[in-house]
């Protein structure tokens, strides 16, 4: 089955800098990356996602880059604010929905 | 986004008692809906998927007696802890599908088994 690792489990940055984590996946099968926030007490929520025919999406101050053939996929935060700060999951999920996910970052942004 | 709605948020029972969980897909019609367990400081970990009109799907490890999984409409889940023990005292979370590979969740229940 398929086997994510996620890096690091833990990020400081100053406010206004970038954060990145990143992600390596184990099954080729694996065709969709969906990254998720987390904040304390709640349910993951769905930040940005990747399918396997793309190889970078951005949407505003967030970005996501995927590498097929290292099978390895990054999450990029520029410019980030203080509430950007909570846990952050990857995810990869091959055609049969069966989603896996990396052991998250906590994310802290000191203002 | 599709919205996935979970209750309780927060449920504290006594040892011995069983809890029932609810997850509803509040804009759409979810024939699947997951089940995830997750531990303080932990990732989340796939404990069913849950098929609409048909037997859960679990995974390796967990007891399917001890926690009951039903799927009754296209719109409801629900996850019964049944027998409860402090150690099943966790943050429980479900899912559902769009688009065929999106997965939206819920707010997630907090379990307190005393």
């Known amino acids: 089955g398929e086997n994510v690792e996620q890096h690091p489990s833990t990020l400081s940055v100053q406010e206004g800098d970038s954060a990145v984590i990143k992600c390596t996946y184990s099954?080729?099968?694996?065709?969709?990356f969906p990254w998720y926030k987390q904040e304390l007490g709640k349910g993951p929520q769905l930040i940005i996602d990747?399918?396997?025919?793309?190889g970078e999406k951005k949407d505003q101050r967030i970005a996501v880059t995927l590498n097929k053939t290292a099978k390895h996929f990054s999450l990029h935060i520029t410019e980030t604010q203080p509430e950007d700060s909570a846990v952050y999951f990857c995810?990869?999920?091959?055609?049969?929905?069966?989603?896996?996910f990396g052991a998250g970052t906590r994310l802290t942004v000191k203002p | 986004g599709a919205v996935v709605s979970q209750h309780p948020s927060r449920v504290i029972c006594k040892s011995g008692t069983s809890v029932k969980i609810e997850c509803r897909s509040l804009?759409?019609?979810?024939?699947?809906m997951f089940w995830y367990r997750q531990f303080p400081k932990q990732s989340l970990m796939l404990m069913a998927t849950?098929?609409?009109?048909?037997?859960?799907?679990?995974e390796q490890g967990v007891e399917k007696d001890k926690f009951l999984i039903n799927h009754a409409s296209l719109t409801l889940s629900t996850l019964t802890v049944t027998s409860a023990h402090p150690e099943d005292s966790s943050f429980y979370i479900c899912?559902?599908?769009?688009?065929?590979?999106?997965?939206?969740f819920g707010q997630g229940t907090r379990l307190t088994v005393v």
């Open positions: 899912s559902a599908i769009v688009r065929e590979t999106e997965a939206f």
């Open positions: 099954d080729s099968a694996s065709n969709y």
């Open positions: 990747i399918r396997s025919n793309v």
């Open positions: 995810a990869a999920s091959p055609y049969n929905n069966d989603m896996r």
């Open positions: 804009d759409f019609q979810a024939t699947t």
């Open positions: 849950s098929n609409e009109g048909s037997k859960a799907t679990y």
